[in-house]
């Protein structure tokens, strides 16, 4: 079957680090272009970070220069580092596959999801 499974979610402080993983079964995510998502409550979904085939990297204006998005292909697994976190990226974090980049340069995505990990920075 088909699965993506996010962990690493949890509690951190404001300026705090936190590590996300998205676990791939039942296909080989060197296959695929990735994204990183994330959704609060009341809030449209935003796109975080995406990986392409060759390697090729997006983020959001919002993430860029604190996230770091990253793959272990013999793992089939691609990670999401996040450092200097803020209040405002406390969110439910998903991985998902074939993602897409609008024409005003957001994220979408039409594939493969996740279940999403929770995220909460708070002081």
């Known amino acids: 079957q088909v699965q993506l499974v996010e962990s690493g979610g949890g509690l951190v402080h404001p300026g705090g680090s936190l590590r996300l993983s998205c676990a791939a079964s039942g296909f080989n995510l060197d296959d695929y272009p990735i994204a990183w998502f994330r959704q609060a409550p009341g809030k449209e979904r935003e796109g975080v970070s995406g990986?392409?085939?060759?390697?090729?990297?997006y983020y959001a204006d919002s993430v860029r220069g604190r996230f770091t998005i990253s793959k272990d292909s013999a793992k089939n697994t691609v990670y999401l580092q996040m450092s200097s976190l803020k209040p405002e990226d406390t969110a439910v974090y998903y991985c998902a596959t074939d993602p897409y980049i609008t024409e005003d340069n957001k994220l979408g995505a039409r594939g493969y999801w996740g279940q999403g990990t929770q995220v909460t920075v708070s002081s």
């Open positions: 990986m392409n085939r060759d390697g090729t990297t």
